[in-house]
């Protein structure tokens, strides 16, 4: 499941939750959406450090010619 989808199933799920009393489901979607969230971060952390690998090729190879 991506990070929308999961951050999407936890809010759905803190609102039934909420509206029905029910506390495991509202804690379950909490966890679900913070679980959306760390694989959002996760991801931009793995754009970021690709993102820099590639620069510093860049820069090598700009200095070896």
């Known amino acids: 499941m ?3 989808s ?4 936890g809010r759905i799920e803190q609102a039934v939750g909420g ?3 029910n ?3 509202r804690k379950e ?4 959406e ?8 996760v ?6 450090a690709k993102q820099a690998v590639s620069d510093a090729n860049r820069a ?3 200095i070896s010619r």
């Open 2 to 4: 991506g990070e929308f």
């Open 6 to 9: 999961k951050k999407a199933k």
């Open 19 to 21: 509206l029905t009393g």
């Open 23 to 25: 506390d495991r489901l």
């Open 29 to 32: 979607g909490e966890a679900d």
């Open 34 to 41: 913070r679980a959306g969230q760390v694989e959002g971060a």
């Open 43 to 48: 991801g931009d952390i793995k754009h970021a």
């Open 60 to 62: 090598i190879k700009k």
